[in-house]
């Protein structure tokens, strides 16, 4: 997508921060870190999120994210590092197109908030794990 600044980052069109690359990604410094070190596995291909993401490639991105991890967590010795990923605006996303976050992560650093916890009814959950077992199963 030509108007896609990840298209153009992932490329190599504007010039950024690499920690790593290969033939399906780019390992950059996200420009706004939630600590130094933050860093976003960006497919090569344009994909906007995890729905449209082909096979090989989602296969490739968690290799190139595991690699990534095991070089953070011996880089920087942080005390934890977070693997996470938005998919459209009501999650995050703010660029739409596919990229990992992998931030190193620091006792009191408070960056990330923790979620309420629910406490659903078993009709709720069952509902709702049963409807995605069956959309599993039409998926090819
Ligand atoms: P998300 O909210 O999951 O879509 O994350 C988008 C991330 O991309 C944010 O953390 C931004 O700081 C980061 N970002 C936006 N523009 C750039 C850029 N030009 N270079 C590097 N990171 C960027
Ligand atoms: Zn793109």
Not at 76 to 96: C, F, R, S, W, Y
Not at 122 to 138: G, K, M, S
Request: charged share 20%; aromatic share 4%.
């Amino acid at each position: 997508m030509s108007d896609c600044i990840f298209c153009k980052l992932a490329n190599g069109e504007i010039p950024t921060e690499t920690a790593y690359e290969n033939d399906y990604v780019r390992v950059i410094a996200d420009a706004n870190p939630a600590n130094v070190g933050h860093l976003l596995v960006i497919t090569k291909k344009h994909t906007a999120n995890m729905t449209e993401l082909d096979e090989e490639t989602a296969a490739e991105v968690m290799k190139a994210v595991r690699k990534t991890v095991i070089a953070m967590k011996t880089a920087l010795k942080p005390d934890g590092i977070n693997v996470i990923q938005n998919n459209g605006e009501a999650a995050g996303q703010t660029v739409m197109h596919f990229h990992m976050h992998v931030i190193p992560r620091y006792y009191g650093d408070g960056i990330l908030p923790t979620w309420r916890q629910l406490h659903p009814e078993q009709v709720e959950t069952h509902a709702a794990v049963a409807a995605i077992a069956a959309a599993l199963q039409e998926q090819k």
